[in-house]
């Protein structure tokens, strides 16, 4: 299959769906801005990585010795021996994880599925690709490494019980290079609806379709994630979100959603909310907050999510903040006009943040010769966990650097840090000279929680 044919067939499993009050959102976003001085690179949408390299190279290949059923139990993962953004989960990953061990090798190569880690939210496998030859790269010299392994991994599909399962929206997919013939990575499935504690599981990567039957390397697999004490509830809720509106060019619109509550499911692994809607313009609906019953916001994290089209969408979103103790999760729709301004200070400003009541703190910042590290919190209902800041010298203006500097962030799953990291290799001395401050986009704090359309689920 041709290059343009597989990315048809990618974009037609993942889609490109624009989230209600999309265009509002990026119109008041880009009115905050400053003018442009250079571009920076960020980190590619899931959506969009594909992984041309390997689906070039591999063919089928037959796996062998697979266990008569895997059990999440107390096993060493060795992904986490590189730097990943789920490190603080390593801990629980190595608490409940099948440890697998099945190979498949075609011409030199050799894919092996490590450990699979499973609750009700998501399918997490660790793998290994090695090569008698190095392994080549997705992208371009320029691009990160770290970017370009990750877009270089295998995408897995699987069929549960016989039937395939969807896996539509994000790829959350991590990966590092241990040499030039080596390769680890960790794929996340998610799961939209639940799953027995005991299934067949077939694992499979494939480029060209979804299609198991065409698959480059197939992994049959028996289950049982009984061991990992997910807490979901399944309550099937309709609810209507109404509110009307002005926006930045002082049109009143009006907003009439009827979403409803599929799933809530909190584990040590991971919690996820899924909505379902059918959407009157076929994009999903995500204008919402969460909060558990103590009082407190769950922060909600970026999330891929698939249009309905004529039909009914179903999205499951991660968030984190709940744990064994979490009694109930609420549901608060919010309006907002989704307009923000620049927050500035010199670099001994910390913690640096504003008046705003929801939003983010920068909390520390170390600046290097070729990066700088910036880690955020988060206070009250924020509705994006996500954070970019920029160098400024002393007038509080962004440093330009001659090569593009490009940027990604992650959010820690255990303690709601926002990490967010700034490239610039190859600065000279006289543009690190100039760096004296920092600036990040902050929300502006005019979201108005729309408390008696809120629902709350309870949970077991």
């Not at 007038?395 to 700034?422: H, K």
Request: proline letters at 6%.
């Amino acid at each position: 299959m041709k290059f343009d044919d597989r990315i048809k067939t990618r974009a037609a499993r993942e889609g490109s769906p624009i989230p209600a009050d999309f265009d509002r959102r990026m119109d008041a976003l880009l009115d905050t801005l400053p003018e442009p001085v250079q571009p920076v690179k960020t980190r590619r949408p899931f959506r969009l990585a594909v992984s041309l390299g390997i689906a070039a190279a591999l063919v089928v290949g037959a796996a062998a010795g697979a266990p008569a059923m895997l059990r999440m139990a107390q096993n060493r993962v060795d992904f986490f021996g590189g730097s990943t953004e789920y490190a603080s989960q390593a801990d629980t990953f190595e608490q409940y994880n099948a440890a697998v061990g099945i190979s498949a090798e075609h011409n030199g190569q050799t894919l092996t599925i490590d450990n699979l880690a499973a609750d009700d939210n998501y399918l997490t496998v660790f793998f290994t690709l090695t090569g008698d030859t190095p392994i080549e790269l997705v992208g371009d010299a320029q691009d990160p490494a770290h970017w370009r392994a990750k877009w270089t991994t295998p995408t897995f599909w699987a069929e549960v019980n016989g039937k395939l399962l969807d896996t539509s929206g994000s790829i959350e997919n991590e990966a590092f290079l241990v040499d030039d013939h080596t390769l680890k990575g960790l794929h996340r499935l998610p799961l939209r609806t639940a799953l027995p504690d005991q299934f067949d599981l077939l694992l499979f990567t494939n480029e060209s379709s979804c299609d198991a039957r065409d698959a480059d390397f197939r992994f049959p697999l028996s289950v049982d994630k009984s061991a990992v004490s997910s807490r979901t509830v399944e309550p099937g809720r309709d609810f209507l979100v109404h509110y009307e509106g002005t926006d930045e060019r002082g049109e009143r619109f009006t907003v009439d959603r009827a979403p409803r509550i599929e799933r809530v499911s909190v584990s040590p692994l991971s919690s996820t909310i899924t909505l379902s809607e059918q959407s009157p313009d076929g994009a999903p609906w995500d204008s919402f907050v969460l909060r558990d019953d103590k009082g407190n916001f769950l922060p909600r994290l970026p999330a891929g999510m698939t249009a309905g089209g004529f039909g009914r969408s179903s999205n499951l979103f991660e968030f984190i903040g709940a744990d064994e103790t979490t009694k109930s999760i609420t549901v608060i729709p919010f309006l907002s006009d989704y307009k923000a301004h620049q927050v500035k200070g010199a670099l001994d400003d910390l913690p640096l943040t504003d008046g705003s009541a929801s939003g983010l703190t920068l909390e520390a910042l170390t600046v290097g010769k070729e990066q700088a590290t910036a880690t955020f919190s988060l206070h009250g209902a924020v509705w994006s966990a996500q954070a970019q800041f920029t160098l400024t010298d002393r007038n509080g203006e962004p440093v330009e650097f001659a090569s593009a500097p490009y940027a990604d962030s992650y959010v820690d799953r255990e303690t709601g840090v926002v990490t967010a990291t700034l490239y610039y290799p190859g600065a000279t001395e006289a543009e690190l000279s100039l760096i004296a401050g920092v600036s990040f986009l902050q929300t502006n704090d005019d979201i108005v929680l729309l408390e008696e359309q809120a629902v709350t689920i309870e949970l077991p």
